[in-house]
């Protein structure tokens, strides 16, 4: 019996052989010889020179990425609170036992499976003024109505917040709504007998309960804000001019439209580096306060 169990387990770690392959060459390596073109004077093709920092210093004396940790900035934190909130007012809904359960949660959650491109697409026709949301107004009497927000250099970021927050407002939706159904109905009674209000009962025990599907989420909606670049794409190109400019169309831009690979690595890595430090606090945290509650 322990012969065949050590047979079944050597059998297990050399099916893992290729996933770690992949790990060690496709993920680990990538990201080692873009920090090394990172520091060298790479352009069109990779460079084995050494300039230390100065394609950083370069990275940062750029307007256009400076811009672009802005307009990121920005659009992060709209986007972040809008997902929390929404997707956990779409999960309590939900959570109240409604009828047609399965077909409210498949509608909430189906943006999400569909590509940022083809949402960038639907809101760009949405947001057109010639075609959307201002034509119908127009037709429909309200001939002084102004929405034109995606054409608007002010505005534009907005646009891109408006198209994302409805695609993943539903994942949050199903994460929060997981926490949720692991409520003890106990807690709901005790709160009814004692008379306290059912948003108090929400907003003081419920929430932090849900701290680990909270703390997914963000970790979640985090990376999809520092990976955003399929939706500005189809939506505005980071247009107008550069007014809804983002980090990872920078880089796609300076990597292949302006064959300047070196700047490119240097912001793909200051990208890298703002995922760990947020990442990695959180997974060390939550790895902390597994270990004390066993």
């Not at 099916?15 to 010889?33: D, E, H, I, K, Q």
């Not at 909430?108 to 010639?130: C, D, H, K, R």
């Not at 119908?136 to 009497?141: M, N, R």
């Amino acid at each position: 019996m322990t012969q065949k169990r050590q047979s079944v387990s050597f059998a297990a770690y050399i099916a893992m052989v290729p996933m770690a392959l992949t790990v060690l060459l496709a993920y680990l390596g990538t990201m080692l010889w873009t920090a090394r073109v990172s520091v060298s004077s790479s352009r069109t093709f990779p460079a084995s020179d050494f300039v230390g920092a100065s394609q950083y210093i370069r990275l940062f004396n750029n307007e256009r990425w400076l811009l672009s940790l802005q307009n990121v900035a920005l659009y992060g934190v709209l986007f972040i609170a809008a997902c929390l909130v929404i997707g956990f007012l779409l999960a309590v809904f939900i959570d109240q036992k409604v009828m047609a359960e399965g077909a409210l949660r498949t509608i909430f959650l189906y943006p999400y499976a569909m590509s940022f491109v083809a949402t960038g697409l639907i809101w760009q026709w949405i947001l057109n003024p010639e075609l959307g949301i201002q034509e119908v107004l127009h037709k429909l009497g309200w001939t002084s109505a102004k929405f034109d927000w995606i054409v608007d250099q002010d505005m534009a970021i907005y646009t891109i917040v408006i198209a994302t927050v409805w695609q993943a407002s539903g994942l949050v939706m199903a994460l929060m709504l997981s926490g949720l159904r692991g409520v003890d109905d106990e807690i709901w009674k005790a709160a009814r007998i004692d008379g306290i209000p059912r948003w108090r009962v929400y907003t003081s025990i419920v929430l932090p309960m849900l701290k680990p599907s909270v703390s997914t989420a963000f970790v979640l909606l985090f990376v999809m804000v520092v990976k955003v670049f399929d939706a500005v794409v189809a939506m505005t190109q980071g247009g107008p001019g550069t007014a809804s400019e983002v980090p990872a169309k920078f880089i796609m831009d300076y990597l292949f439209g302006r064959a300047n690979i070196g700047l490119a690595s240097a912001a793909s890595i200051v990208l890298l580096l703002t995922v760990l430090a947020i990442v990695a606090p959180l997974y060390f945290v939550r790895n902390r306060r597994a270990a004390m509650g066993a």
